[in-house]
């Protein structure tokens, strides 16, 4: 089965970054969209930003201009880079991939990974 593992969560304090990675292992499709989502205690799990095959990228506005998404097909690894990091940051991150329509709606992934925890202190 494919496996999705994010790694690079870890707790900074506001205006620090971070580097999160999802790796793909085992079988897998060629996935035409993956994104990363997350989710905080006690509030619905949001999509953060995908990117398709073509490299399009489509950022929530929470997030725009401060997170970065980029992929390395050849080693199938997912990237989210985080800058200017702020308390509303604080989450668990998913990555996520499917063959369907690239959009941020979660129930349109079938490949999740575990999830990694970002907290961000002020």
């Known amino acids: 089965q494919v496996k999705l593992v994010e790694s690079g969560g870890g707790s900074v304090q506001a205006g620090e970054s971070l580097t999160l990675s999802c790796a793909v292992s085992g079988y897998s499709h060629n996935f035409g969209c993956m994104a990363w989502f997350r989710q905080a205690p006690g509030k619905e799990r949001e999509g953060v930003v995908r990117?398709?095959?073509?490299?399009?990228?489509d950022y929530a506005d929470s997030v725009k201009g401060r997170f970065t998404i980029s992929k390395d097909n050849a080693k199938r690894i997912l990237y989210l880079q985080m800058n200017s990091l702020q308390p509303e940051d604080t989450a668990v991150y998913y990555c996520a991939a499917n063959d369907l329509t690239c959009s941020l709606r979660s129930g349109l992934f079938d490949a999740w990974g575990q999830g990694t925890q970002v907290t961000v202190s002020s």
């Open positions: 990117i398709g095959r073509d490299g399009s990228t």
